[in-house]
């Protein structure tokens, strides 16, 4: 890859170990992508928050990594394993300390107090047509599909890595000429019955069909912004995928598939299950990913006037809760309680509260849990909410 000779300077050591480990990283990427050279970003997004997911080796590297590293570009950062801002009493206090440690780590090498995986609620996108680097897939697809950015799916390394050196390998989703569909679904509007439920559905099973860069979904209306985030999660929970399209016939030359009405009530039986939601001994988690002030705002006033168990979870971050103040009053009136920069669906958080099963309205959620081997659900918010509180 070619490098120019500020480049050469910084990979050679002479701005720091720190910047020269961060060069080792994207020549790396950008020899496995064949990049020519390094293009500048305008802002990365680092995964490899949550001590749960990182565990002790993560956090002995950020510790060391922080004492010398900083970012040079905007770069916000994904959620903890727990609220750092207001303690759960459930949390182990070893789990606490570790967190804050790591969340110091990040804030010592300049990222943004965000700790959010939804960092394009925060309002302060740079421009489409923007180069970035973002990792948290759920993240980068949406970045890519819908914000008119452009990010390959970053690992927390490479992300970290290009938000130092303020540059990215000039490839993969980065070029043109990647970023057309490679795959098709096509989809009978008429199959979907249950709003933004089955479109999640749909972005699962195309994601778990291809490993195209980019898929195409034909036939289906473009939804709202709040179901393309949680498709965009789907997709990246399901598959390799970066970005998809809605498209109103398969592009020429491209592979394409059905997905009938059939195979889509067998993937929301399996995913759904069956039976009414049942609160006893489970927990609720809604905003994966998290909640941005209009989804606050909406949930605020559908709980208004209820009383919520304090074991539906509520996911933002600090920025969108004062940014919805009066909703987060809302919402934490109700009892229901409001994580501020936690992610639950990757955390042990079933097994610190005993919970016997965990539903969520996001499919990424359910498929991470089920993962863990928690008996996770997927259903409909309003479904949850009816479950989860009553009528005061
Ligand atoms: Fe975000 Fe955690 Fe879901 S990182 S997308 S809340 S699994």
Same mark, same amino acid.
């Given at each position: 890859?070619?490098?120019?000779?500020?480049?050469?300077?910084?990979?050679?050591?002479?701005?720091? %170990?720190?910047?020269?480990?961060?060069?080792?990283?994207?020549?790396?990427?950008? /020899?496995?992508?064949?990049?020519?050279?390094?293009?500048?970003?305008?802002?990365?997004?680092?995964?490899?928050?949550?001590?749960?997911?990182?565990?002790?080796?993560?956090?002995?590297?950020?510790?060391?990594?922080?004492?010398?590293?900083? $970012?040079?570009?905007?770069?916000?950062?994904?959620?903890?394993?727990?609220?750092?801002?207001?303690?759960?009493?459930?949390?182990?206090?070893?789990?606490?300390?570790?967190?804050?440690?790591?969340?110091?780590?990040? @804030?010592?090498?300049?990222?943004?107090?965000?700790?959010?995986?939804a960092?394009?609620?925060?309002?302060?996108?740079?421009?489409?047509?923007?180069?970035?680097?973002?990792?948290?897939?759920?993240?980068?697809?949406?970045?890519?599909? /819908?914000?008119?950015?452009? +990010?390959?799916?970053?690992?927390?390394?490479?992300?970290?890595?290009?938000?130092?050196?303020?540059?990215?390998? %000039?490839?993969?989703?980065? @070029?043109? %000429?990647?970023?057309?569909?490679?795959?098709?679904?096509?989809?009978?509007?008429?199959?979907?019955?249950h709003g933004y439920i089955d479109y999640q559905l749909?972005?699962?099973?195309?994601?778990?069909? +291809?490993?195209? &860069?980019?898929?195409?979904?034909?036939?289906?209306?473009?939804p709202p912004r709040s179901t393309i985030k949680l498709m965009?999660a789907a997709?990246?929970?399901?598959?390799?995928?970066?970005?998809?399209?809605?498209?109103?016939?398969?592009?020429?030359? $491209?592979?394409?598939?059905?997905?009938?009405?059939?195979?889509?009530?067998?993937?929301r039986?399996?995913l759904v299950g069956? !039976?009414p939601v049942d609160p006893?001994?489970s927990m609720a988690i809604l905003g994966c990913p998290f909640y941005g002030p209009q989804e606050l705002s909406r949930l605020g006033a559908e709980l208004r006037?209820r009383?919520a168990s304090?074991r539906l979870f509520v996911q933002v971050?600090?920025?969108? /809760?004062?940014?919805a103040? /009066?909703a987060? !009053?809302e919402v934490?009136?109700s009892?229901a309680t409001l994580l501020?920069?936690?992610?639950y669906p990757?955390?042990?958080? &079933?097994?610190?509260?005993?919970?016997?099963a965990v539903y969520a309205d996001s499919v990424k959620a359910v498929?991470?849990l089920?993962?863990?081997? $928690?008996?996770a659900y997927l259903r409909d918010a309003g479904e949850i909410l009816r479950a989860f509180s009553h009528?005061?």
């Open positions: 890859m070619y490098l120019t000779n500020e480049e050469e300077r910084a990979a050679s050591g002479e701005m720091g %170990e720190a910047i020269a480990a961060a060069y080792r990283i994207l020549l790396a990427v950008g /020899e496995l992508l064949g990049a020519r050279r390094l293009i500048r970003i305008s802002s990365a997004h680092l995964s490899g928050v949550n001590y749960a997911n990182i565990g002790d080796p993560g956090l002995e590297f950020l510790e060391r990594f922080s004492s010398s590293a900083r $970012v040079s570009v905007p770069t916000t950062v994904n959620p903890c394993g727990a609220d750092l801002y207001d303690p759960q009493p459930h949390v182990p206090r070893d789990f606490l300390e570790r967190q804050r440690a790591i969340m110091d780590a990040y @804030l010592r090498m300049g990222c943004s107090e965000s700790f959010t995986c960092p394009y609620e925060l309002e302060s996108n740079p421009p489409p047509g923007s180069h970035v680097s973002w990792a948290e897939s759920s993240a980068a697809i949406f970045a890519n599909s /819908e914000l008119g950015l452009i +990010t390959n799916r970053e690992s927390g390394l490479s992300a970290l890595a290009a938000a130092i050196a303020g540059k990215t390998p %000039e490839g993969g989703m980065h @070029l043109e %000429e990647n970023r057309r569909p490679g795959y098709a679904l096509r989809v009978d509007p008429g199959a979907l019955e749909v972005a699962y099973y195309a994601a778990s069909r +291809t490993s195209a &860069d980019v898929i195409a979904f034909v036939g289906l209306p473009r965009a997709v990246g929970a399901a598959g390799p995928s970066s970005m998809f399209v809605f498209s109103d016939s398969v592009p020429p030359g $491209v592979e394409s598939e059905s997905l009938g009405r059939d195979e889509l009530a067998r993937l039986e399996e069956r !039976g006893r001994g006037g009383r304090p971050s600090r920025a969108v /809760e004062l940014a103040r /009066e987060a !009053g934490r009136g009892g501020r920069c936690a992610c990757l955390s042990p958080a &079933d097994e610190w509260l005993g919970a016997s498929h991470y089920r993962k863990r081997g $928690v008996n009528v005061t």
